[in-house]
């Protein structure tokens, strides 16, 4: 028997949700103080999960409507009405604000070096103001080829050929890994078994500067859709 299931997140919570956006038949709504999920089915594993929200509360939803507690047997309120969405399209990940919060390690001390090779951009880091602007009058073929991630101070990365023609801080990315313009490393290792080396998973980036490096992960990307844009706008404006 599927059971209908609903959960409730504090707005300051949020920014948890972006590894639930892969995950299939889950609505998300925005309420005045926090943001709702729900779905058709509460499976064992996805129960698990959902228990790991911060500050998140797990309901079961019966036919009417009613609200259940998942550890109690009396409802406690109703489903609100509001205008739900696929996760995808309705929770923006960001980043967090500082952006070499979370360090990759080595055993053997790879440094940032000057390269005589070149090679193509094909990630930057803009404002998010200058790539929402952007965005608007841009070719809906050009935003296709883009995905991009905010972090809470609005700084934004942007990963695809070609990138904006926008000021900002330009890489050139391999099998994951993000150096700046006109950098390699040594000692020399290829891109691929250094993405290994770091754990790098699909789609993963290692943004890498003299600063440190910074894991993005998969699922803090969006694809560069002027809907998702918009909701990130509002997500930086709530967040303000």
């Known amino acids: 028997m599927k059971t209908a299931w609903a959960a409730r997140v504090s707005d300051d919570a949020v920014t948890a949700l972006g590894r639930y956006r892969l995950l299939t038949n889950i609505d998300a709504a925005r309420g005045e103080s926090e943001c ?22 797990l309901f079961l ?25 696929p996760i995808r399209d309705a929770i923006s990940p960001t980043l967090p604000t500082s952006g070499f919060a979370g360090r990759l390690t080595d055993k053997i001390s790879i440094k940032l070096v000057r390269s005589h090779e070149e090679r193509p951009a094909n990630v930057l880091v803009v404002s998010f103001s200058e790539f929402q602007a952007w965005a608007e009058n841009a070719p809906v073929v050009r935003l296709q080829r883009l ?4 972090r809470h101070d609005g700084n934004t990365i942007i990963h695809g050929e070609p990138i904006p ?76």
């Open 165 to 240: 023609s926008l000021s900002g801080k330009r890489f050139t990315e391999q099998s994951g890994i993000a150096v700046p313009l006109g950098m390699s490393w040594n000692p020399f290792l290829d891109a691929e078994q250094l993405a290994k080396r770091w754990r790098l998973d699909q789609g993963d980036i290692a943004l890498w500067t003299d600063v440190g490096r910074e894991r993005i992960t998969a699922d803090q990307f969006v694809a560069c859709q002027r809907s998702s844009i918009l909701a990130t706008a509002r997500s930086l404006v709530g967040a303000s």
């Open 147 to 150: 995905r991009f991630a905010t």
């Open 61 to 85: 939803v019966l036919d009417d409507g009613q609200l259940m507690p998942i550890d109690r047997r009396v409802p406690d309120g109703v489903l609100p009405q509001l205008r739900w969405q």
């Open 36 to 57: 709702w999920l729900r779905g058709p089915a509460l499976t064992d594993e996805l129960e698990l999960l959902l228990r790991t929200l911060p500050d998140g509360e």
